[in-house]
C-alpha cells in the first residue's frame, strides 16, 4: 500500500474500473457501468487529483508483482449536506471481490483517515448506494453514521445513496 503518483494512473484508471465492475455487474445496467466507468475513471481524472494538494490516492497493491488491487481517493466534499472547511470526502475506496476479507480494505480505510488526519481534517464523508449493505456494514464497522442521502447518477440512470460521516 502506497501513495500513488502520477505515474500511476494507468493502473488506478485499470483498478478503478474492474473493482466498479466487480462491485456492480448484475446490480446495475451493464451499459450504466461501462458509462460509468468511461466518464470517471480516467487516467485523466487520476491526474486531476494528483495536482490537487487537497486531494491523497492510496494504491494497493498485490505483495508479488504488484498488480493493483485496490484503492482509495480522499478529495474535496461534492456531497448533498453542509460541510465545512474541516471535511475530506472519502471519494472512492475499493478493492478487488477475491480480497474482500483479507484485510486490504481495512488497511486502505485506516490508511485514509490517518491521512485524512494529516492534512488537518476534523470530518470524513463518503456516499455509498443505499443498497450495497457490504459496504454500508463496512462503514460502520469503522464509525460512519448516517449523515444524509443523494441521488447518483451511474450512466442514465439515478440511484439513491446514503451519505455517511465519521469524526476524527
Known amino acids: 500500500m502506497r501513495r500513488a503518483e502520477a505515474g500511476d494512473a494507468a493502473a488506478l484508471s485499470l483498478v478503478a474500473s474492474a473493482t466498479f465492475l466487480d462491485a456492480f455487474a448484475g446490480i446495475l445496467d451493464g451499459s450504466d457501468i461501462v458509462a460509468h466507468c468511461a466518464a470517471n475513471n480516467s487516467q485523466l481524472a487520476f491526474d486531476a487529483w494528483f495536482t490537487d494538494p487537497g486531494s491523497v490516492v492510496t494504491l494497493a497493491e498485490a505483495g508479488q508483482g504488484h498488480a493493483p488491487v485496490g484503492y482509495s481517493v ?17 471519494k472512492r475506496i475499493y478493492v478487488l471481490s477475491r480480497l474482500h476479507g483479507s484485510g486490504t480494505g481495512r488497511a486502505l480505510m485506516e490508511r485514509a483517515l490517518d491521512d485524512a488526519r494529516a492534512l488537518g481534517r476534523g470530518r470524513v464523508l463518503l456516499g455509498v448506494y443505499g443498497e450495497n449493505h457490504r459496504a454500508r456494514t463496512f462503514y460502520e464497522r469503522h464509525g460512519f453514521e448516517l449523515a444524509g442521502e443523494r441521488r447518483f447518477l451511474v450512466g442514465k440512470t439515478w440511484h439513491e445513496d446514503v451519505v455517511y460521516a465519521r469524526a476524527l
Request: hydrophobic share 40%; no cysteine.
Open 74 to 90: 480522499l478529495t474535496t466534499p461534492d456531497l448533498p449536506i453542509t460541510t465545512s472547511a474541516a471535511d475530506i470526502e472519502l
